[in-house]
């Protein structure tokens, strides 16, 4: 069984159609990149995996269940956005626990989850600060702590690095690929960039224009004779 299927996926926006019957079977494990320039309907894709968006048509599974119309919440997914989306308001520690205390999971194991993923990405030191007091790379480790801490079968990433400066952004590419070593969770992961797809991925799937055009690992998409 796949971790997602996505047969025929559609998307519409009024008479204009930006994905076009897109099919896709992600493994168990498996780390996916979509790969394409600016428009190509990458983003749109991920957000109906996470359910931010409808889907105009096809059949979308994760974890072999038909997910078309569930919440985003009751997916089993976590996404990690390009501008961190954390709440400005709240302590990094409150940010990395929002997930959990909305599902009333018991306070001592929200505790012991934080500690376990602030260990894992060394945030133990920043868990009574606000997010803008962090540099962009340790905002972006929050967001990623609180897609973590609700154990999702799946990982979104969408355009992760993109804030982030050359230094940073080579440094938590590795970060994330280590994550990946670690928890091995399905990761669809967007980007436009053809190195952090080369590097991140088991496979890439290079979408144009709201359509596959080639899917392969980055060794068949990139060394061809
Ligand atoms: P990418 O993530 O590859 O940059 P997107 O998925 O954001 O591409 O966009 C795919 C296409 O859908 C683009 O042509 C974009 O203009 C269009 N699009 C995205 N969102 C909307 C919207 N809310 N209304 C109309 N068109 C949209
Ligand atoms: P879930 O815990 O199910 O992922 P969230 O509470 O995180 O749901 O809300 C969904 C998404 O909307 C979040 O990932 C967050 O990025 C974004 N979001 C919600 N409220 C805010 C806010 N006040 N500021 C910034 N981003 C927000």
Redo the contacts with the bound molecule.
């Keep these: 069984m796949s971790a997602i299927r996505c047969h025929h996926l559609i998307k519409r926006y009024g008479e204009t159609q930006v994905v076009h019957a897109f099919d896709l079977d992600v493994a168990d494990n498996e780390f996916v990149v979509f790969l394409g320039p600016s428009g190509c309907g990458k983003s749109t894709i991920l957000r109906m995996l996470a359910g931010l968006e409808d889907i105009s048509g096809g059949d979308l599974h994760i974890g072999g269940q038909r997910v078309n119309d569930l919440p ?2 009751e997916r089993g997914i ?2 990690v ?1 390009q501008n961190y ?3 400005p308001h709240m302590t990094v520690r409150d940010n990395i626990a ?2 959990l205390k ?1 599902l009333k999971v018991p306070k001592a194991e929200i505790d012991s989850r934080i500690k376990e993923v602030s260990d894992t990405l060394g945030l133990e030191r920043y868990l009574q600060r606000k997010p803008t007091e962090l540099s962009g790379g340790q905002q972006q480790r929050v967001a990623i702590a609180r897609a973590m801490i609700k154990t999702p079968k799946v990982f979104l990433f969408d355009e992760p690095l993109s804030n982030l400066d050359a230094k940073l952004r080579n440094h938590m590419r590795i970060e994330i690929a280590k994550l990946h070593q670690t928890l091995k969770t399905t990761t669809v992961y967007v980007t436009h960039d053809q190195h952090e797809a080369m590097t991140l991925a088991d496979r890439i799937v290079l979408l144009r224009d709201g359509r596959i055009e080639q899917v392969g690992t980055p060794q068949e998409i990139f060394e061809r004779p």
């Design positions: 985003p919440q976590a996404m956005f989306a954390l709440y929002f997930g909305r």
